[in-house]
C-alpha cells in the first residue's frame, strides 16, 4: 500500500500509525515533510510535491523528515506520525530547535582544508545519539589534504566506535561509501559552513540541485549556500537531507547520550569505588587509574566532564520550558472554565 512512497522510506511502520491516526478521519493521505517554508510545508506524497498548510492544532510542528497526514478535504497537514527519531540543539534562546525528524544516520560533515575541531565532532556525536541515530565522521576535501588517512585514524581513535569515511568529490573517493550507509536509509549532512557539505550531496544525488560557493582563502570558510534544511531522494536509493551549515552545536541532549559518545569512559567507571563517581578526584576512580596508566587520554576525560555538564545544563533548561509550558495550558484551560461558568 502506497508503493509510490517507498523510496522516500515508507514502510510497515508508517503504514500502522497512519492507519492508527486516520481511523475515523474523512479521505486523508501520507506524506514525507521535504522542506519547511515558514507557514506552510513542501509534502513529498504519491503524487506531485506540493505545499500544503499546517493546522494550528497540530503538535508537534512538523519539520523536514516528519512523516504527516494530509486533509484532502482541507488541504492541510493535520497530523504527525509518531517520530522514530529527532535530531535537535540548543536554539539561540536556550531553548530547544527541532532539526529533522525521522533519520537513521548523521553524517558529521568536516572539510580537511582546515583543522579538524575534536569538541565538535564529539558535540555532533552526543546529538546522533540522543537523535537515536548512528553517527559517521565524513572527512571531505580529501584532494585538499597531505595525509587524510593520518586524520581519519586520529579522529577514529578519539572517538572509538564511530565509523570515519575519507571523501573527495573531485576523485570520488568514499562516494560509495557513503551511497552504501544511505541505501535504504534517511542520511542527514551536519556540519560548518563551507564544509563541504553541499558539494557532497550534489555527488550522492547525481545532479546540481544544491548550490554550492567557494571558501575564503583566508580561513577556509564558506557562505551558507543551504538556506534550509531539504530533503532529496537518492538515485542509489536511500533519503539524504541537507542542512544549513551551523557556527555552534548547542547540546539539548539526554546525558544518556552523553554516555553513549562516552562508552568507553562509561566502561570504566563501572570499576569505580563509588556508583555516583563524577571522576574529578574521588578516592578509588577507575577512569582517573586508566587515565595515570595511559590507557585513557586526559582529554577524553575532559571532553566528557565538558559534556555532562552541558547535558546537566540543557537537562534542566529542559525542565524550566516543560514548566512554563504546563504552565500555559493549565492558565489556558482555567480561562475556558471560567468563560463556561459565566455562560
Same mark, same amino acid.
Given at each position: 500500500m502506497h508503493e509510490a512512497l517507498l523510496p522516500f522510506g515508507w514502510g510497515d511502520r508508517w503504514l500502522a500509525l497512519f492507519a492508527t491516526a486516520t481511523d475515523g478521519r474523512p479521505p486523508a493521505r501520507p506524506g514525507r515533510?521535504?522542506?519547511?517554508?515558514?507557514? /506552510?510545508?513542501?509534502? /513529498?506524497?504519491?503524487?506531485?510535491?506540493?505545499?500544503?498548510?499546517?493546522?494550528?492544532?497540530?503538535? =508537534?510542528i512538523p519539520v523536514v523528515g516528519d512523516w504527516v497526514v494530509v486533509d484532502d478535504a482541507t488541504k492541510a497537514v493535520v497530523a504527525v506520525l509518531d517520530r522514530a527519531s529527532l535530531l535537535r540543539r540548543q536554539d539561540p534562546d536556550g531553548g530547544e530547535q527541532p532539526l529533522v525528524a525521522n533519520l537513521d544516520v548523521l553524517l558529521i560533515t568536516c572539510g580537511l582544508d582546515r583543522p579538524v575541531k575534536t569538541g565538535r565532532i564529539q558535540r555532533s556525536i552526543a546529538l546522533a545519539w540522543d537523535a537515536g541515530a548512528s553517527p559517521v565522521v565524513v572527512l571531505t576535501k580529501a584532494d585538499l589534504a597531505e595525509d587524510p588517512d593520518a586524520t581519519a585514524a586520529a579522529i577514529g581513535a578519539a572517538n572509538p566506535g564511530v565509523e570515519v569515511i575519507v571523501c573527495s568529490?573531485?576523485?570520488?573517493?568514499?562516494?560509495?561509501?557513503? #551511497?552504501?550507509? *544511505? *541505501?535504504?536509509?534517511?542520511?542527514?549532512?551536519?556540519?560548518?559552513?563551507?564544509?563541504?557539505?553541499?558539494?557532497? *550531496?550534489?555527488?550522492?544525488?547525481? %545532479?546540481?540541485?544544491?548550490?554550492?560557493?567557494?571558501?575564503?582563502?583566508?580561513?577556509?570558510?564558506? !557562505?551558507?549556500?543551504?538556506? !534550509? !534544511?531539504?530533503?532529496?531522494?537518492?538515485?542509489?536509493?536511500?533519503?539524504?537531507?541537507?542542512? =544549513?551549515?551551523?557556527?555552534?552545536?548547542?547540546?539539548?541532549? @539526554?546525558?544518556?547520550?552523553? /554516555?553513549?559518545?562516552?562508552?568507553?569512559?562509561?566502561?570504566?567507571? /563501572?570499576?569505580?569505588?563509588?556508583?555516583?563517581?563524577?571522576?574529578?578526584?574521588?578516592?578509588?576512580?577507575?577512569?582517573?587509574?586508566?587515565?595515570?596508566?595511559?590507557?585513557?587520554? =586526559?582529554? !577524553?576525560?575532559?571532553?566528557?566532564?565538558?559534556? #555532562?555538564?552541558?547535558?546537566?545544563?540543557?537537562?534542566?533548561?529542559? @525542565? %524550566?520550558?516543560a514548566a512554563r509550558a504546563a504552565g500555559r495550558r493549565f492558565g489556558r484551560m482555567a480561562r475556558q472554565v471560567q468563560q463556561h461558568k459565566r455562560r
Amino acid at each position: 500500500m502506497h508503493e509510490a512512497l517507498l523510496p522516500f522510506g515508507w514502510g510497515d511502520r508508517w503504514l500502522a500509525l497512519f492507519a492508527t491516526a486516520t481511523d475515523g478521519r474523512p479521505p486523508a493521505r501520507p506524506g514525507r515533510v521535504a522542506r519547511h517554508d515558514g507557514v /506552510a510545508v513542501l509534502v /513529498a506524497g504519491e503524487g506531485e510535491t506540493e505545499s500544503l498548510p499546517v493546522l494550528g492544532s497540530v503538535d =508537534p510542528i512538523p519539520v523536514v523528515g516528519d512523516w504527516v497526514v494530509v486533509d484532502d478535504a482541507t488541504k492541510a497537514v493535520v497530523a504527525v506520525l509518531d517520530r522514530a527519531s529527532l535530531l535537535r540543539r540548543q536554539d539561540p534562546d536556550g531553548g530547544e530547535q527541532p532539526l529533522v525528524a525521522n533519520l537513521d544516520v548523521l553524517l558529521i560533515t568536516c572539510g580537511l582544508d582546515r583543522p579538524v575541531k575534536t569538541g565538535r565532532i564529539q558535540r555532533s556525536i552526543a546529538l546522533a545519539w540522543d537523535a537515536g541515530a548512528s553517527p559517521v565522521v565524513v572527512l571531505t576535501k580529501a584532494d585538499l589534504a597531505e595525509d587524510p588517512d593520518a586524520t581519519a585514524a586520529a579522529i577514529g581513535a578519539a572517538n572509538p566506535g564511530v565509523e570515519v569515511i575519507v571523501c573527495s568529490t573531485v576523485d570520488g573517493r568514499g562516494i560509495d561509501a557513503v #551511497q552504501a550507509l *544511505a *541505501a535504504g536509509r534517511t542520511i542527514v549532512l551536519l556540519g560548518e559552513s563551507g564544509a563541504g557539505k553541499s558539494t557532497l *550531496a550534489n555527488a550522492l544525488v547525481g %545532479e546540481d540541485l544544491i548550490a554550492t560557493a567557494a571558501v575564503r582563502e583566508g580561513d577556509a570558510k564558506g !557562505r551558507h549556500t543551504t538556506t !534550509r !534544511r531539504e530533503l532529496h531522494v537518492l538515485p542509489t536509493g536511500g533519503v539524504l537531507i541537507d542542512t =544549513p551549515g551551523i557556527r555552534g552545536v548547542g547540546l539539548w541532549v @539526554d546525558p544518556d547520550a552523553v /554516555a553513549a559518545t562516552f562508552d568507553d569512559v562509561d566502561a570504566l567507571a /563501572a570499576g569505580c569505588r563509588f556508583n555516583d563517581c563524577a571522576h574529578a578526584g574521588e578516592p578509588g576512580c577507575a577512569v582517573a587509574a586508566a587515565v595515570e596508566t595511559g590507557d585513557l587520554a =586526559p582529554e !577524553r576525560l575532559e571532553a566528557w566532564h565538558t559534556l #555532562q555538564a552541558e547535558a546537566a545544563s540543557a537537562a534542566l533548561r529542559a @525542565d %524550566e520550558h516543560a514548566a512554563r509550558a504546563a504552565g500555559r495550558r493549565f492558565g489556558r484551560m482555567a480561562r475556558q472554565v471560567q468563560q463556561h461558568k459565566r455562560r
